[in-house]
Nanobody, 125 residues
Framework: QVQLVESGGGLVQAGGSLRLSCAAS????????MGWFRQASGKEREFVAA????????RYADSVKGRFTISRDNSKNMVYLQMNSLKPEDTAVYYC??????????????????WGQGTQVTVSS
Protein backbone atom coordinates (compact mmCIF):
# COMPACT_ATOMS: atom_id res chain seq x y z
CA GLN A 1 0.00 0.00 0.00
CA VAL A 2 1.39 3.38 -1.01
CA GLN A 3 0.73 6.55 0.98
CA LEU A 4 0.98 9.85 -0.88
CA VAL A 5 1.25 13.37 0.56
CA GLU A 6 1.13 16.45 -1.65
CA SER A 7 2.59 19.86 -0.84
CA GLY A 8 3.44 23.12 -2.56
CA GLY A 9 0.02 24.47 -3.41
CA GLY A 10 -0.95 28.07 -2.80
CA LEU A 11 -2.13 31.33 -4.29
CA VAL A 12 -0.30 32.74 -7.29
CA GLN A 13 -0.99 35.43 -9.87
CA ALA A 14 -1.66 34.56 -13.49
CA GLY A 15 1.61 34.03 -15.32
CA GLY A 16 3.35 32.85 -12.19
CA SER A 17 4.81 29.47 -11.26
CA LEU A 18 4.38 26.84 -8.58
CA ARG A 19 6.08 23.53 -7.93
CA LEU A 20 4.02 20.76 -6.40
CA SER A 21 5.67 17.89 -4.59
CA CYS A 22 4.38 14.45 -3.70
CA ALA A 23 6.08 12.27 -1.11
CA ALA A 24 5.45 8.54 -1.33
CA SER A 25 5.90 5.95 1.39
CA UNK A 26 5.18 2.24 1.54
CA UNK A 27 5.34 -0.11 -1.41
CA UNK A 28 8.12 -0.04 -4.00
CA UNK A 29 8.10 3.44 -5.43
CA UNK A 30 10.13 2.56 -8.47
CA UNK A 31 7.54 0.04 -9.64
CA UNK A 32 4.75 2.62 -9.89
CA UNK A 33 3.74 5.02 -12.56
CA MET A 34 2.92 8.38 -10.99
CA GLY A 35 0.31 10.85 -12.06
CA TRP A 36 -1.15 14.24 -11.25
CA PHE A 37 -4.84 14.97 -11.55
CA ARG A 38 -6.84 18.06 -10.68
CA GLN A 39 -10.40 18.85 -9.75
CA ALA A 40 -11.90 22.30 -10.05
CA SER A 41 -14.94 23.23 -8.02
CA GLY A 42 -18.06 21.66 -9.52
CA LYS A 43 -16.11 19.71 -12.15
CA GLU A 44 -14.89 16.17 -12.65
CA ARG A 45 -11.37 15.20 -11.67
CA GLU A 46 -9.17 15.36 -14.75
CA PHE A 47 -5.81 14.03 -15.82
CA VAL A 48 -2.89 16.48 -15.85
CA ALA A 49 0.34 14.54 -16.28
CA ALA A 50 1.96 11.16 -15.67
CA UNK A 51 5.41 9.63 -15.66
CA UNK A 52 6.69 6.06 -15.87
CA UNK A 53 9.09 4.53 -13.38
CA UNK A 54 12.05 5.14 -15.71
CA UNK A 55 11.59 8.94 -15.35
CA UNK A 56 11.79 9.32 -19.11
CA UNK A 57 8.36 8.55 -20.51
CA UNK A 58 5.76 11.18 -19.73
CA ARG A 59 2.28 12.11 -20.84
CA TYR A 60 0.40 15.40 -20.53
CA ALA A 61 -3.07 16.76 -20.96
CA ASP A 62 -3.29 19.07 -23.95
CA SER A 63 -4.32 21.94 -21.68
CA VAL A 64 -0.96 21.92 -19.85
CA LYS A 65 1.50 20.85 -22.55
CA GLY A 66 4.42 23.25 -22.76
CA ARG A 67 3.60 24.81 -19.38
CA PHE A 68 3.77 21.95 -16.88
CA THR A 69 6.57 19.43 -16.36
CA ILE A 70 6.32 16.23 -14.36
CA SER A 71 9.43 14.65 -12.90
CA ARG A 72 10.37 12.12 -10.25
CA ASP A 73 13.30 11.23 -8.05
CA ASN A 74 13.18 7.52 -7.32
CA SER A 75 16.00 7.80 -4.79
CA LYS A 76 13.84 10.13 -2.68
CA ASN A 77 10.41 8.62 -3.43
CA MET A 78 9.26 11.98 -4.75
CA VAL A 79 7.33 13.17 -7.75
CA TYR A 80 7.04 16.81 -8.79
CA LEU A 81 4.87 18.99 -10.98
CA GLN A 82 6.47 22.22 -12.13
CA MET A 83 3.74 24.59 -13.26
CA ASN A 84 4.67 27.67 -15.27
CA SER A 85 2.62 30.34 -17.02
CA LEU A 86 -0.29 29.59 -14.75
CA LYS A 87 -3.78 30.62 -15.78
CA PRO A 88 -6.92 31.19 -13.71
CA GLU A 89 -8.39 28.05 -15.28
CA ASP A 90 -5.61 26.03 -13.63
CA THR A 91 -7.26 26.72 -10.28
CA ALA A 92 -8.12 23.37 -8.70
CA VAL A 93 -7.23 20.87 -6.05
CA TYR A 94 -4.28 18.90 -7.37
CA TYR A 95 -3.93 15.22 -6.52
CA CYS A 96 -0.97 12.91 -6.72
CA UNK A 97 -1.70 9.31 -7.73
CA UNK A 98 0.19 6.04 -8.06
CA UNK A 99 -0.60 3.16 -10.38
CA UNK A 100 0.99 0.07 -11.82
CA UNK A 101 3.65 0.93 -14.34
CA UNK A 102 2.67 -0.07 -17.86
CA UNK A 103 3.70 0.61 -21.45
CA UNK A 104 0.95 3.16 -22.02
CA UNK A 105 0.47 5.57 -19.15
CA UNK A 106 -3.17 5.66 -18.06
CA UNK A 107 -5.01 8.99 -18.12
CA UNK A 108 -8.14 7.91 -16.27
CA UNK A 109 -8.73 7.64 -12.55
CA UNK A 110 -9.17 3.89 -12.62
CA UNK A 111 -5.56 3.50 -13.72
CA UNK A 112 -4.39 4.78 -10.34
CA UNK A 113 -5.47 2.90 -7.20
CA UNK A 114 -3.56 5.12 -4.75
CA TRP A 115 -4.28 8.79 -4.11
CA GLY A 116 -3.12 11.63 -1.93
CA GLN A 117 -5.39 14.09 -0.14
CA GLY A 118 -4.76 16.92 -2.57
CA THR A 119 -3.33 20.43 -2.43
CA GLN A 120 -5.15 23.60 -3.44
CA VAL A 121 -3.79 25.74 -6.26
CA THR A 122 -5.45 29.10 -6.82
CA VAL A 123 -4.47 31.34 -9.72
CA SER A 124 -5.72 34.91 -9.54
CA SER A 125 -6.29 37.03 -12.64
Amino acid sequence: QVQLVESGGGLVQAGGSLRLSCAASGGTFGSYAMGWFRQASGKEREFVAAIRWNTIITRYADSVKGRFTISRDNSKNMVYLQMNSLKPEDTAVYYCAAGWDRAVLPITRDGYPYWGQGTQVTVSS
